[in-house]
């Protein structure tokens, strides 16, 4: 049987022709696809600008079925179900990112990130501490460090917060060494609750080694020296609160009169709430001078006639109604309705308010239970302020 060149030279042909075909056909599907999902994308981004996160979310949906292998899509999606709160889906869409084996070293580090924002906002703290301790050495490390840190203090794992506050300083992110006595503190006051004051006072001084110029610590260790009966050691802490942080004399004042009484120091201690009072007339400070004057033992000294004194140098509706309580009215009979009214109003101006968040409490916190900021209540009363 002979073969016919003829099938060949024919052939030919129509392979190319079919091949030219194909290629068309593919070129005119991928563009079509490249169309669409750039469509899609930008439509995400007008919603997501006009703050419709619904619609922006479907259309990232869409961008991504048509686009399956684009990071980006990946992760603006994520970020959107993380802002609604959908924080299973977003879970999803960075796990899924952190299983793709195509992906860059730079993509998996901020696929881990956002993973860890993730449990985070969800509340899953073991989850997410153990996402944030995978991005040391990482660009997110320093990030990662402060979530860890807030998540170590909101849980109150004192020792473990005091571990990641040490690294932050030693790579030069801020001055941890007050907050390093605050965990110091904290840990003091648990081991005085279990009834370990000799574990308390040295941890309480370790406070106060890590941090002299912090008020905490020497006001702890006051109440723990008065609570273990050296009330001379326990005024001497407070006398050097005065030297080394005396802007906080007012948070001890109450103490300092009590530790004069048990010592019998009370002129002493007059005198230097008087010296401090004479340059910032805080209300806690006078009312310790009038307690110190008011004393059994006391030398005859101004007394209660201090509250008018300081209304010469504050207009301070606290001090009228403390002036006012023990004075005889030309009706005295309408007295004590009109003291009731002036301790209601003045009840809110003897709060204390966090200068970060605002939050008032009738008690003095180190940290605010608030918004969790460390020292920023003042040791002055909202009137002061």
């Known amino acids: 049987m002979e073969f016919d060149l003829s099938w060949i030279l024919l052939g030919f042909p129509l392979a190319f022709g079919l091949g030219w ?40 949906i869409e961008a991504v079925q048509n686009d399956p292998d684009t990071s980006e899509l ?36 901020r696929a881990q990130h956002a993973l ?128 080394d942080a005396p802007a906080a004399l007012p948070l001890a004042a109450a103490l300092l009169v009590e530790l004069a009484a048990a010592t019998g120091r009370s002129a002493e201690v007059r005198a230097l709430l008087l010296r401090h009072y004479e340059q910032f007339p805080a209300l806690d400070l006078l009312e310790g001078i009038v307690a110190l004057d008011l004393a059994p033992d006391a030398p005859p000294g101004p007394g209660r006639e201090w509250y008018v004194r300081h209304l010469d140098k504050e207009p301070s509706l606290v001090a009228a109604s403390k002036w006012l309580a023990t004075e005889t009215l030309a009706h005295e009979e309408f007295h004590p ?24 409490a009738r008690q003095h916190f180190w940290q605010c239970p608030g918004c969790q900021t460390w020292d920023s209540y003042p040791a002055r009363r909202v009137e002061e302020l």
């Open 74 to 109: 990946h992760f603006a999606l994520g970020n959107l179900f993380r802002r609604r709160g959908e924080y299973n889906r977003a879970v999803r869409v960075h796990e899924h990112l952190l299983s793709r084996g195509d992906l860059s070293r730079s993509d998996r580090e």
């Open 337 to 360: 309705q009109i003291q009731r009214a002036l301790d209601v109003a003045v009840k809110p101006l003897t709060r204390y308010r966090c200068a970060a968040c605002g939050f008032e």
């Open 21 to 60: 075909l194909a290629s068309r056909f593919d070129l005119r599907q991928l563009r079509e696809e490249n169309r669409r999902a750039p469509k899609a994308y930008f439509k995400g981004l007008n919603y997501l600008l006009n703050e419709q996160q619904d619609q922006a979310i479907d259309a990232f």
């Open 116 to 243: 860890a924002l993730d449990f985070l906002k969800a509340g899953l703290l073991d989850r997410a501490e153990d996402a944030l301790r995978r991005l040391e050495g990482t660009p997110f490390e320093n990030q990662a460090r402060l979530a860890l840190l807030a998540i170590y203090e909101r849980s109150r794992d004192w020792p473990q917060a005091a571990a990641i506050a040490r690294k932050m300083q030693g790579s030069n992110q801020g001055d941890f060494s007050p907050r390093q006595a605050h965990y110091l503190c904290e840990q003091a006051l648990t081991q005085a609750a279990h009834g370990d004051l000799a574990a308390a006072q040295r941890l309480l001084e370790s406070a106060i080694d890590a941090a002299p110029g912090a008020a905490r610590a020497r006001i702890e260790l006051a109440r723990l020296l008065q609570r273990q009966g050296d009330a001379p050691g326990a005024l001497a802490a407070l006398l050097q609160l005065a030297q």
